[in-house]
C-alpha cells in the first residue's frame, strides 16, 4: 500500500527473550585467550550427577528466581517456581518448568510458609532454595523444610540463627579473631547508651541487632541524638524484626564498605571468591558494586588480610554453600572491621562470578547434593580447585530499580511498556521484567541488575557500563538509569573515590531531567500524530482530538508538529519543572500561570528550574494542547505511536492519564534550549479563541447509510436540520447526542438485530454518526473500528479537530458537503498551520495568514457513489461514502455469507499487498470491507473506480485461503456470566426478553428446544473469524455450519460490565471479549482473551492472536480445568494447540449444497421465532421506558426552594453522593463526585457553605443533570 504505514508491535518472543536476558547462563561469552569467561563446563560437574535432587523449588520471585533456574537448567534438574498474582507477568514464572499460585494475599504470599512446603510436598520437589530476602534467612523456615524431609539449599539453620543477630555474629567474629570495632554487649535503656557513648567517644551508632539493610540503624553525633535514637531503633525492631535489643559501636565517618565472598562445604572447610566494593550506598542500600574493589586491588596484601579472615570465620562454624561476610574498611587508614555475615546468596553475587570464573548457585546446588547424600558436603580437594589465586578482570553492577530520583527516589510501581537491554561483549543482564511486566506495590523495586566485565581495565569496565546503561531501553515506570549513569560517569567512581557518604556528598551531584505531576487534571494524555493510523486490528488511530492546535503548540516552541504533547481535558495539570524548559499552551481557553504568574496562550513561555506550571479550567472549548521543547523522549512508542488510548490502556503514559506523582523526562537539551530562547506569541487574530463555540455547525457528508434502505426522507431532515445536544457520555471513544428519534425505512435490523439501526457486522470510519438504537454516537479516533450499529452521516476528516473542542452541554448541527468541498476545507486547515510555520519563522507578518474563513456552496453528494446489481454469478455490490477519506464496499441483502465473506478477503488481500496507491489500511467484516485513504494525496474518484476495476478484475474468485485452527477452552456454564446478568437485572433493567438467562433466550428466539442445548453448540463445530476488529483484536465469527447460526438481539441499554473471555453473541455473530469491559452481546460462555497487549505469551506474534479467516474450535472443560487455563493463560504458560490449513471456498459451498434441504427448514424455523420475540421486547422496552421516565420525573424535584442550592457546572452524571442529609459540610469538602466524558468531578463546598447542614439530596445515584441542575440543598 502507499501512504503511510504502522510501525507494527514487534517484542521478541519468550524464547528470545530468555537467550537476550539470560545468554550468559545458556552459551559461553566470547573467549579471552584460552580462557572462557563464564561458567567452563568443569564448574558444572563438580558432583558425579544429581542422585538425590531431581526437582527445586525456588522459594523466591522475580531477578532471582531467573537466576536460580538458568543454572537449574544448567545441571538438568526440574525447577518449581511460586508466585502471587501480582507477580503473574514475572519472567520467573514463564522461564520455570513448573509454576505454582501461591494462596492468600500478595504482600505475604512469599513468607507463607505452609503454603510453599505444601507446594513442594505437592509437585514432588526434594529441594528448596531461598535466594536472598523472604525467608532466605529464616532459620525457623530452614528447619521446617529439613523437618519435612526437604533438603534447604544454603547453610544450616543453625548457622542461620548464629548469624541472624548482630550482636552474637560479633563474638563469633571475635572467637575467630576476626577484627571487630570497638563496640558493647547488648544495651537495656537510653541512659546505657549514653554512658557508653562517653565511654567510646562520638560518633557512634545504635544497631538493632536483628536488623539488615540499614534498618534499625542511628547514627548519633553528640549526646543529644541518643534518647531519640534509642526509642527509634527500639520502635524499629519491635516492628520490623519482633527484636527490640540494640548494642553500640563506634562510627566511622569516611568508610568504606568492603566484602568477601566465601563458600563451605559444612565440614568445616572454606574457599572464598574474593571481594566486592559495595560502598555506594543510599539510605544503606546498595546501588553500584564493583569487583574486585579499587581500594583493596591496590593495597598490597589487603586482600589476602581480607579474605583469610573472612574463610577463618566461615571455617570456625562449619559453614556450608554460599555466604558473604561484610567488613567495614577505614578510607584513612585501611583498616578494616566485621560488620556482619549474610547466610545467603547476594545480590551482587553477578560480579563475583564474572572476576572468579564461578556460578555460585550451580555450587549451592551441588554442596545441597551431598548433603542430601549424607556426604556432607563438597570434598575440599574439589572445593578448592574452584578458587583462583586472584580475579581475573574488572567487572561493575548497577542495580536498576522503579524509583523516581527526583521525589527522593520514591517508588514507581506501575507498566513497564517497553523493555530492551542492551548487549555486547562482557555484558550481561540479570532481570525478571519484559515489556508488559506491572512491576507491584508489594515488593523491592529492584527491575534489573546491569552487570559489565572488562579483561583490561576498570576504565574499560566504566566504558562498558555506560554503553549498557544507555543504550537500554526501560520505558513506562520510572527507572533510576539516568541516575546510575551519572554515578559511574563520575570523576570519584574512575579513581576509585567513592565512600559510603559519596551519593550524598559535594563531589557527585545529579540533576533530573524531568517535570513531576503535582496534579494531572481532570484528564490530561499523551497524544501525538500521526499516532497508530492504519494499524487496524482494533486499535483505534488516537491522536490528538484538535489536531490543528496540537500543532500549533509544537511549532510555537520549536517542535516537529507531530512531537507528543499533552492533551488537557476540562481541567488541567500542574506541573513542577527540575530544569528549566520552553513551554506553549494553545487550544481550550484556560489561565496559565508559572510560579503564579499569568502568563499568554498561544506563546513560547519558558518554565525556570523548579519552577510550576499551572493550567486552569478550560472556559471555552474542551481541550488545551502543552507543548514542551523536545517532547517526552522516554515515553515508549506502542505499535509506532506515543499517543494514549486509555480505555484500552495503550500508549502514552503506562496506558492512563496522567496523575499526581507522575514523573516526565525531558530531553537532556532542555536547558540549552531554554537559555536560547527567543520571544514568539501568535497574533490574536490568528489564535483559535474566537471560533469556539457552544452552538457547532460541523460539516458531514452522507453516508454509508444515509440512503432509503435505511433512512427516510423525514429521517434525513432530521439529521441535518435539528440540534443535536452532547451528552454527559461524550469522550475519546464516543460522543452521545440527545435529539429527536428517526423514523427509519425498516422495521428491523433483519439478521443484524431487533432494532431497524441493526446491521451485520460492518466497518466504522472516524467521525461516523453511528446510531446505538435510537440514540446517535459520534465515533472520535478512540472508538471501535467496526460494530453492528448502522452509521448514517461523517464527520469530514477537516472538522475533526473542531468536534475536539466540542463538550457536555454544547448542541452540534451538521451541514452536508461535497467531498470537493471537504477536500477544500481539509487544504485550508493545512494553510493555517503553514502561516503558524512561516510566522514562527519571521518570513510572515500576522496580516498574511490563512484563516478559517471560506465561504461553503450548499452541496453534497449522496451516499451511493456507485453500483453494481445482482447477476447469476454475483451479489449486488454499493460503494458508500463515508466521510473523506473511508470508503464502504457492501456485498448482498443484509445476511450472513461465509462465501460471501470468503469473496470479500480476496479483495482486502491485494488491497493490503498494494494493488492500489494511496490507500492507508483496509478492513474487512462478515459482509463488507472499507479502505481509508489520505485525502490529502488522493482523491475518492480515483480510489473509488481503483475498487471499482479491482472488482472486475478479480471477478469470482475461489482460491483456497490461508487458515489456522486454533482449540479454546470454553466454560459453558460459567457463573461470572450468571453474576454478570444478575447485576444488569438488578441495577439497569429488571424486564427484558433476554433475561433472566441469556441462553434461553437466544434458544427461544432460534427455534431450539432449550438453552442447554443452545448452549451446547458452541463446541460442535469450527467458528470462522470473519474479522478482528472492534476493539482491541475482537474476534467476530460465525459458526461454519449454518444450521447453527443463531441470530440474537443486543442489550438494551448496554451492559456496564463483560469479563474478559466471555463468548457473546449478537446478531447472526460470535464474539470473544478481549479484557473486562462495558457490552451489548448475549453472554454465552466464557473462554480466553485472544488479545495481548505486548504479544508475551505464546502463539502471539502481535498483540491479536488471530486472523481473518482463522476457526477457533471450542472444547467443553470444567470449572475446576478452567481456572486452571485461565490461571496458566494469565501467567503466559497456556500453549493453544494450532494447526495450519486452509479455507476451501469450493469444498465449503459443496458442503452448503448437502445440507441446504436442512439449512432453509432451519431458517424458516429460526426467522419465526426471532419475529416472535422481537414483538415480545417490543412492548417489554416500552414498559421499561416509560418506568425509566416516571423515576426521572420524580429525581431532582427541589422540595426546600430556600436553600443553598449545589449545582452542577456542566452536564454530566452523579456518579457518588459523599453526604447525607443532616451532615454538616465543611469548607473545601467534597460533597458530591460527578462524572462527565468518563472523567470524574468533584464538586465541593465553598467557603459560603462552610457550616450548613445538608437538608434534601435532589439528584440520585446515575442522575443526568444539565448545568445549573440542583444536586442537594443545604441550609442552617
Given amino acids: ?69 538458568a543454572s537449574c537448567k544448567r545441571l538438568d534438574l526440574t525447577s518449581v517456581a511460586i508466585y502471587s498474582k501480582a507477580d503473574r507477568s514475572s519472567l520467573h514464572v514463564r522461564l520455570a518448568d513448573e509454576a505454582c499460585l501461591l494462596p492468600g494475599s500478595d504482600q505475604s504470599a512469599y513468607i507463607d510458609e505452609d503454603a510453599i512446603l505444601e507446594i513442594a510436598r505437592r509437585t514432588g520437589a526434594e529441594a528448596v532454595i531461598p535466594g536472598y530476602g523472604f525467608l532466605s534467612e529464616n532459620d525457623g523456615f530452614a528447619e521446617r523444610v529439613e523437618a519435612a524431609g526437604l533438603t534447604w539449599v544454603g547453610p544450616s539453620s543453625h548457622v542461620i540463627r548464629q548469624f541472624g543477630l548482630k550482636h552474637t ?34 560518633p557512634v551508632m545504635l544497631k538493632a541487632t536483628a536488623g539488615g539493610g540499614g534498618m534499625g540503624l542511628q547514627i548519633c553525633q553528640d549526646e543529644s541524638e541518643i534518647a531519640a535514637a534509642f526509642e527509634t531503633v527500639h520502635a524499629r525492631g519491635a516492628t520490623l524484626f519482633k527484636n527490640t535489643a540494640m548494642f553500640m559501636e563506634k562510627y566511622v565517618a569516611r568508610s568504606r564498605h568492603v566484602e568477601v565472598q566465601v563458600f563451605g562445604n559444612g565440614l568445616g572447610d572454606a574457599v572464598h571468591f574474593g571481594e566486592r566494593e559495595c560502598s555506594i550506598q543510599r539510605r544503606h542500600q546498595k546501588v553500584v558494586e564493583e569487583c574486585p574493589s579499587p581500594f583493596v586491588h591496590v593495597r598490597k596484601g589487603m586482600r589476602e588480610r581480607l579474605t583469610d579472615c573472612a574463610v577463618k570465620l566461615a571455617s570456625s562454624v562449619a559453614y556450608g554453600s554460599a555466604g558473604t561476610v561484610e567488613f567495614l574498611v577505614d578510607d584513612r587508614t585501611g583498616e578494616f572491621y566485621f560488620l556482619e555475615m549474610n547466610t545467603r546468596l547476594q545480590v551482587e553475587h553477578g560480579i563475583t562470578e564474572m572476576c572468579w570464573d564461578v556460578d555460585l548457585v550451580s555450587l549451592m546446588l551441588q554442596q545441597a547434593e551431598m548433603q542430601a547424600r549424607g556426604a556432607g558436603g563438597i570434598p575440599m580437594g574439589t572445593l578448592s580447585a574452584t578458587q583462583k589465586s586472584a580475579p581475573i578482570g574488572y567487572a561493575i553492577e548497577a542495580r536498576v530499580y522503579a524509583e523516581i530520583p527526583s521525589r ?8 513497564l511498556q517497553s523493555v530492551n537491554w542492551h548487549s555486547g561483549d562482557g555484558i550481561r543482564v540479570d532481570t525478571w521484567v519484559t515489556s508488559g511486566t506491572q512491576i507491584s506495590p508489594f515488593y523491592d523495586p529492584m527491575i534489573a541488575k546491569v552487570i559489565v566485565w572488562d579483561a583490561q581495565s576498570h576504565q574499560g569496565a566504566i566504558g562498558k557500563m555506560v554503553a549498557a546503561l544507555s543504550g537500554s531501553t ?55 500524530l500521526p499516532a497508530r493510523r492504519g494499524v487496524g486490528h482494533g486499535v483505534p488511530e488516537a491522536g490528538p482530538m484538535d489536531s490543528v492546535s496540537f500543532r500549533v503548540a509544537n511549532i510555537i516552541v520549536g517542535n516537529d508538529e507531530n512531537t507528543e504533547a499533552l492533551e488537557v481535558t476540562l481541567i488541567g495539570p500542574e506541573l513542577k519543572f527540575h530544569v528549566a524548559a520552553i513551554v506553549a499552551v494553545t487550544g481550550g481557553v484556560v489561565d496559565v500561570c508559572v510560579d503564579g504568574a499569568k502568563h499568554d496562550m498561544y506563546t513560547r513561555i519558558v518554565v525556570p528550574a523548579g519552577g510550576t506550571l499551572k493550567v486552569g479550567v478550560v472556559s471555552a472549548g474542551c481541550r488545551s494542547y502543552v507543548a514542551v521543547r523536545g517532547g517526552f523522549p522516554d515515553i515508549p512508542r506502542y505499535l509506532g505511536s506515543k499517543s494514549t488510548t486509555t480505555t484500552l490502556k495503550l500508549g502514552g503514559y503506562q496506558g492512563r492519564h496522567l496523575v499526581a506523582n507522575d514523573s516526565l523526562d525531558l530531553d537532556p537539551q532542555t536547558v540549552v534550549w531554554a537559555t536560547e530562547a527567543t520571544d514568539l506569541s501568535i497574533p490574536p487574530n490568528a489564535r483559535l479563541d474566537s471560533l469556539w463555540s457552544n452552538d457547532w455547525t460541523l460539516h458531514v457528508m452522507p453516508g454509508p447509510h444515509d440512503d ?159 453500483e453494481s446489481p445482482a447477476t447469476a454469478d454475483a451479489v449486488e455490490v454499493k460503494y458508500r461514502q463515508a466521510g473523506d477519506s473511508h470508503i464502504h464496499v457492501t456485498y448482498g441483502p443484509m445476511t450472513t455469507s461465509v462465501l460471501t465473506r470468503a469473496h470479500i478477503q480476496h479483495r482486502v488481500n491485494r488491497i493490503e499487498h498494494g494493488a492500489i496507491p494511496g490507500i492507508i489500511s483496509v478492513i474487512g467484516t462478515t459482509r463488507a470491507y472499507c479502505v481509508q485513504f489520505d485525502s490529502l494525496t488522493t482523491t475518492q474518484s480515483d480510489i473509488l473506480q481503483s475498487l ?58 432460534n427455534g431450539v428446544v432449550d438453552g442447554k442445548t443452545a448452549r451446547l453448540s458452541l463446541v460442535l463445530c469450527p467458528q470462522l473469524v470473519t474479522e478482528v476488529s472492534f476493539l482491541a483484536g475482537t474476534p467476530l465469527m460465525v459458526p461454519l455450519d449454518p444450521r447453527l447460526i443463531y441470530v440474537a438481539q443486543k442489550y438494551n441499554p448496554v451492559r456496564g460490565f463483560t469479563a474478559e473471555g466471555t463468548v457473546g453473541i449478537g446478531g447472526p455473530l460470535v464474539v470473544i471479549y478481549p479484557m473486562d469491559a462495558p457490552g451489548g452481546y448475549q453472554l454465552w460462555a466464557r473462554t480466553l482473551s485472544p488479545w495481548d497487549s505486548y504479544a508475551s505469551r505464546p502463539h502471539f506474534e502481535q498483540p491479536w492472536l488471530l486472523r481473518d479467516f482463522d476457526q477457533i474450535q471450542f472444547y467443553e472443560v470444567g470449572e475446576a480445568e478452567f481456572d486452571q487455563c485461565y490461571e496458566e493463560y494469565k501467567s503466559g504458560r497456556f500453549k493453544f494447540e494450532v494447526e495450519e490449513t486452509t479455507f476451501d471456498p469450493v469444498a465449503y459451498a459443496a458442503f452448503l449444497e448437502s445440507i441446504a434441504i436442512e439449512t432453509e427448514e432451519f431458517v424458516k424455523r429460526r426467522d419465526a421465532a426471532g419475529q416472535a420475540a422481537v414483538e415480545e421486547e417490543r412492548g417489554l422496552l416500552e414498559t421499561w421506558r416509560s418506568k ?37 459540610v465543611e469548607d473545601g469538602q467534597v460533597l458530591a463526585i460527578l462524572e462527565a466524558m468518563k472523567m470524574e468531578i468533584p464538586i465541593r463546598a465553598d467557603g459560603a457553605m462552610s457550616g450548613l447542614k445538608v437538608k434534601q439530596v435532589a439528584a440520585g445515584l446515575g442522575t443526568v443533570l444539565e448545568p445549573g441542575q440542583t444536586i442537594m440543598v443545604l441550609g442552617a
Fill in 169 to 202: 555474629a560479633r563474638e563469633l567474629a571475635v572467637n575467630a579473631n576476626v577484627p571487630v570495632i570497638t563496640g558493647t554487649p547488648l544495651l537495656e535503656s537510653a541512659e546505657e547508651a549514653l554512658t557508653a557513648a562517653e565511654k567510646m567517644g562520638y
Fill in 948 to 1005: 471499482i476495476d479491482l472488482e472486475t478484475s478479480l471477478g469470482s474468485s475461489n482460491q483456497p485461503i490461508p487458515s489456522r485452527i486454533f482449540r479454546f477452552p470454553v466454560l459453558l456454564d460459567d457463573p461470572v456470566c450468571k453474576a454478570t446478568i444478575d447485576e444488569y437485572a438488578r441495577t439497569l433493567r429488571d424486564s427484558a426478553v433476554y433475561l433472566p438467562d441469556n441462553m434461553e433466550y437466544v434458544a427461544k428466539a
Fill in 708 to 866: 432509503p434502505e435505511f433512512v427516510t426522507e423525514n429521517d434525513r431532515i432530521t439529521l441535518y436540520d435539528s440540534p443535536w445536544k452532547i451528552s454527559h457520555n461524550a469522550s475519546r471513544s464516543g460522543y452521545r447526542l440527545k435529539g429527536p428519534r428517526l423514523e427509519w425505512a425498516r422495521a428491523h435490523g433483519g439478521e443484524g438485530g431487533a432494532h431497524p439501526a441493526n446491521v451485520i457486522d460492518e466497518p466504522y470510519s472516524y467521525g461516523g454518526l453511528n446510531w446505538n438504537g435510537d440514540e446517535p454516537v459520534v465515533l472520535p479516533i478512540d472508538a471501535p473500528m467496526a460494530g453492528g450499529l448502522a452509521t448514517t452521516t461523517t464527520i469530514v476528516r477537516a472538522d475533526f479537530w473542531r468536534l475536539g473542542q466540542c463538550r457536555p452541554g454544547d448542541t452540534i448541527r451538521f451541514k452536508r458537503i461535497s467531498w470537493t468541498t471537504a477536500h477544500a476545507l481539509r487544504k485550508r486547515a493545512e494553510a493555517y498551520i503553514d502561516s503558524i510555520r512561516q510566522f514562527a519563522k519571521g518570513t510572515i507578518d500576522a496580516a498574511s495568514f490563512a484563516l478559517f474563513d471560506l465561504e461553503l456552496p450548499s452541496e453534497w453528494d449522496e451516499t451511493i457513489l456507485y
Fill in 474 to 528: 526501560v520505558q513506562g515506570c520510572p527507572t533510576n538509569i539516568k541516575y546510575l549513569r551519572a554515578i559511574v560517569e563520575s570523576d570519584a567512581f574512575a579513581q576509585g573515590d567513592t565512600t559510603t557518604a559519596f551519593l550524598t556528598s559535594s563531589s557527585f551531584n545529579f540533576v533530573s531531567h524531568s517535570i513531576d505531576v503535582v496534579s494531572g487534571g481532570a484528564y490530561t494524555t499523551i497524544q501525538d
Fill in 1188 to 1224: 425509566q421516565s416516571a423515576d426521572e420525573a420524580i429525581k431532582g424535584v427541589v422540595e426546600d426552594a430556600s436553600g443553598v442550592n449545589v449545582a452542577a457546572p456542566m452536564s454530566s452524571s452523579v456518579w457518588k453522593l459523599l453526604v447525607a442529609v443532616g451532615d454538616v
Fill in 1 to 69: 500500500m502507499d501512504g503511510p504505514r504502522p510501525v507494527l508491535f514487534g517484542q521478541p518472543k519468550v524464547g528470545q527473550l530468555v537467550v537476550a536476558i539470560s545468554r550468559y547462563l545458556y552459551s559461553h561469552m566470547h573467549p579471552i585467550g584460552e580462557r572462557q569467561v563464564l561458567y567452563s563446563p568443569v564448574h558444572m560437574s563438580l558432583v558425579d550427577g544429581f542422585q538425590v535432587i531431581r526437582k527445586v523449588l525456588i522459594a523466591n520471585r522475580g531477578e532471582i528466581a531467573c537466576r536460580i533456574i
Fill in 408 to 415: 527522593n527516589f520514591a517508588p514507581s510501581p506501575g507498566l
